[in-house]
């Protein structure tokens, strides 16, 4: 994961990530056929981290996410591996800008549930404090990644490497 800093000639604001890089460890191919036999799609794992945005002066903005590797797909990023069958997929929660409860617009109908959201590759949000687009300092979002994996579409035949990049950018408003 990385961060991107704005890219328009306001004020600036900058954006922090509490862990740049993320780590399942190894997953055994015995373990993964286990699970394959009785799920259809398998969690390899969920991690948290925080997503922090401080701008110099109140300013409206939006945060886009960005992949480098396969296409967005029912609001999954691939990772490249030896098959297809392996996604990432973010969500966006417990966000809170100015110390008060913000929740999300975006530009496509992308799945809510409260204050979650869930992203694809290429996907716009803004936060929003009492459903209003109002200029933010502060932000603080809890980031949560889980890695899926679809069991019927296993090809391993040994061990893998799965990895992938996404990365994050501020546009002002």
Do not use: Y
């Not at 290429?122 to 979002?141: E, F, H, K, N």
Request: contains cysteine; positive net charge.
């Amino acid at each position: 994961m990385s961060q991107a800093q704005e890219n328009s000639s306001s004020p600036p604001c900058k954006l922090i990530l509490s862990r740049s890089q993320l780590e399942l460890g190894r997953i055994s191919l015995g373990s993964l056929n286990v699970m394959r036999r009785t799920q259809g799609q398998i969690s390899l794992g969920k991690q948290t981290l925080m997503l922090n945005v401080f701008c110099a002066v109140p300013t409206r903005f939006s945060i886009q996410l960005r992949g480098d590797s396969g296409a967005g797909v029912d609001n999954v990023h691939r990772l490249s591996a030896a098959n297809d069958a392996t996604w990432l997929k973010l969500k966006l929660q417990e966000a809170l800008a100015d110390g008060k409860a913000a929740t999300w617009t975006s530009q496509r109908d992308v799945f809510r549930n409260g204050q979650t959201i869930v992203l694809a590759p290429g996907d716009s949000v803004s936060p929003q404090i009492a459903g209003q687009s109002t200029p933010i300092m502060q932000l603080g979002v809890v980031a949560e990644v889980e890695i899926l994996h679809d069991a019927a579409r296993t090809k391993f035949s040994s061990d893998q490497d799965l990895s992938g990049q996404f990365s994050f950018e501020i546009k002002s408003f």
